[in-house]
C-alpha cells in the first residue's frame, strides 16, 4: 500500500530545511547587533517592514542601494536548506 508524501516531509529528505522566521528569530535572539535591526523590520507574526528594511540596508554604508521588488513580505513558510542556515549563522560567527 502506498501514501503520498507531503511536499514537506518530500523535501526534507532531499535536504533536510529550516523555517526561515524561526531561524532568524532564534540568530535575533543570540546576537544583539543582529537582533536590533530584526525586531525593528519583522513583527512577531514574520511581517516585514519592506520599507524599515529597505532603509536599513540603504543606510548602512555598505557600497550598494537597493530598491523594494514588493511592498509587503513574511517569512513565515518560507525554509532555507541547512547548508543556506549554516552559513548564515558563520557569517555571525556561530
Do not use: C, H, W, Y
Not at 22 to 46: H, I, P, W
Not at 71 to 80: A, E, H, Q
Request: charged share 15%; aromatic share 6%.
Amino acid at each position: 500500500m502506498s501514501r503520498k508524501l507531503k511536499v514537506q516531509e518530500l523535501e526534507s529528505r532531499i535536504a533536510p530545511s529550516v523555517g526561515l522566521f524561526g531561524f532568524l528569530a532564534g540568530l535575533a535572539e543570540s546576537d544583539a547587533g543582529f537582533g536590533a535591526v530584526f525586531n525593528t523590520v519583522v513583527d512577531q507574526d514574520g511581517n516585514v517592514d519592506v520599507g524599515a528594511a529597505t532603509n536599513a540596508i540603504n543606510g548602512a554604508d555598505l557600497g550598494v542601494t537597493v530598491t523594494p521588488v514588493v511592498s509587503s513580505f513574511n517569512l513565515n513558510g518560507l525554509v532555507i536548506p541547512d547548508a543556506t542556515a549554516a552559513r548564515i549563522l558563520a557569517a555571525f560567527g556561530g
